[in-house]
């Protein structure tokens, strides 16, 4: 229901930019934002609060009837109504409250409020002051790029003789290349990331670290993801002075930054963990994991992923040497992923038409001239697509089944997922699994339907292969709309 509430907004708002923007102004808050908070929030303070459950009521359809009528109504008057306050109250309220009656029945409100008024109280306040923290913190921005332009302009002095910096402007480079370092780049959203990594692995630790020694991580880990982002503008700056403009603003730009924030986590995650700093008990952790041939294809493919696209402007041209490299590494972890793929069944080619009907309606193809590859790699756009389709075909549902289906969806279940039979499925692991797996991809609405779909298709014959096949017939009839009509954005 979160899911469908979460969709249906999304839909209403995409759709109605000015609406969004007139409440806004009237709230002074973001709503949407703040409704995410909310649920977010909601999820954490109620693991807290030791309460009694309320008895589990089932889903009544008539109810989500209700609540999906609502929804289409509100979005067929949408446009005409006035943006006012005083209009939009009750029709929220009568929204939210159709929403909250497919949970838990009306009858049973008066002893919702009095279980769980605390602790849901507590949510809202915390989402309200998390956002507006949020929207005020951005004015922090001017000082962190200031100082930002302050030491990447000693980086690039170590390699260039003249470097330009226009502090009234913000600006910084040489007079080949120079870049703006407004809110974006001051390395105020690396701080933002940083904060709440080192924050979550603090708490999921927090039994086995030695307090408040472990503190420290917080500090010294938003020092170097700043310092990495002075780092990120010097060779920002670098490479469009060097190599190429382009290459520098639509590739090197925001991978950087990822890398820079992703190498800094793993990194103080595997110091931690391997030689036991901060910890009470040193524990000599074995090098043997059993979740290796499932999670590495899917790690080492997005690693890859982000260091190719540093060098690339739009197009990605690299996508061959991915596909064998990530063939090669499937081959080597063979032993450990075969055995968790007996021979499909043919519910896999249903189910993986199925999603592709689906993906088609909710993602329509469009032609990208700077897409097509005749294009970007002339004399080898054959290879390169040859390359595209066994990748499609045969790599990424390997890697993502392996990793989305073959372990998370089973450690969700128990923290040794290996006894959790393959098609063993609970609506949790379900949801949380397929959402993770939709936000993988830029059609996050899309791609976390065709999560579930693909969870689904392990549970006739508790067969992982099933979802594998699946997910190999999606994408093949994706990569033959994408070369039979030349819609080449569903490549991007």
């Given at each position: ?8 907004l999304?839909?209403i ?26 649920a ?14 309320l ?22 008057f ?15 309220l ?17 002893a919702?409020v009095?279980?769980?008024?605390g ?12 956002v ?13 790029s200031?100082?930002?332009?302050c ?10 003789s ?7 402007h ?17 390395g ?8 709440g ?16 020694a472990?503190?420290t ?27 190429s ?7 090197f ?22 030689w036991?700093?901060?910890s ?7 090098l ?20 190719t696209?540093?060098?690339t ?37 249903w ?7 689906l ?6 193809g ?11 790699v ?6 390169w ?12 549902p390997?890697?993502e ?11 969700l279940?128990?923290t ?28 996050w ?8 779909a693909?969870?689904w298709?392990?549970?006739r014959r ?11 017939i ?19």
């Open positions: 229901m979160l899911l469908l509430l979460v969709a249906e999304e839909f708002m995409g759709r109605n930019y000015e609406l969004r923007t007139a409440l806004r102004a009237q709230v002074h808050l973001p709503l949407y934002h703040t409704l995410l908070a909310f977010a929030f909601a999820i954490f303070f109620r693991m807290l609060a030791r309460l009694p459950e008895p589990a009521s089932p889903l009544a359809p008539g109810w989500v009837a209700w609540q999906v009528a609502s929804f289409l109504v509100i979005d067929h949408v446009t005409p109504l006035s943006p006012s306050l005083g209009l939009w109250v009750p029709v929220a009568c929204y939210g409250g159709l929403w909250l009656a497919c949970l838990v029945p009306p009858r049973e409100w008066v919702l009095r279980c769980h008024a602790w849901m109280a507590a949510a809202l306040v915390a989402a309200v002051l998390t507006g923290l949020a929207f005020q913190a951005d004015t922090l921005w001017r000082p962190l200031y100082a930002s332009l030491i990447s302009q000693r980086w690039l002095s170590l390699f260039f003249n470097v330009v910096v226009d502090v009234d913000w600006k910084i480079g040489t007079p080949l290349f120079r870049v703006q370092v407004l809110a974006g780049c001051s105020l959203e690396g701080l933002g990331l940083m904060l990594f080192s924050g979550l692995y603090l708490w999921l630790r927090r039994r086995e670290l030695r307090f408040p472990a503190l991580l917080v500090p010294v880990s938003l020092v170097l993801i700043f310092l990495a982002n002075t780092v990120r503008l010097a060779l920002l700056v670098a490479v469009g002075t060097c190599i403009p382009v290459v520098a603003i639509k590739g730009h925001s991978q950087a930054g990822w890398i820079s924030v992703t190498a800094l986590g793993v990194g103080m995650i595997l110091g931690i963990e391997r036991g700093w901060f009470r008990v040193q524990v000599r952790r074995s043997e994991n059993p979740a290796v041939p499932y999670l590495l294809p899917l790690l080492v493919a997005l690693a890859l992923r982000m260091l696209q540093l060098f402007a739009g197009f990605d041209i690299f996508y061959p040497i991915r596909t064998v490299a990530l063939l090669g590494l499937l081959f080597l972890l063979r032993a450990g992923w075969r055995p968790a793929l007996p021979r499909p069944t043919v519910s896999g080619l189910n993986g038409a199925a999603v592709f009907l993906w088609a309606l909710l993602v329509p469009m032609a990208d001239p700077s897409a097509d590859p005749a294009i970007n002339p004399g080898w756009s054959l290879l697509i040859a390359a595209r389709v066994t990748g499609a075909f045969l790599v990424v390997l890697c089944e392996l990793a989305f289906r073959g372990y998370l969806l089973r450690r279940q128990n040794d997922f290996r006894k959790v039979e393959p098609g063993t499925l609970t609506w949790s692991s379900v949801a949380i699994s397929s959402l993770a797996f939709g936000l993988l991809h830029e059609q609405l899309a791609g976390t339907l065709a999560g579930a693909y969870a298709a392990t549970t508790g067969r992982l292969s099933d979802a594998v096949v699946a997910h190999a999606t994408n093949l009839c994706l990569s033959v709309q994408v070369l039979g009509w030349h819609q080449w954005s569903l490549w991007n």
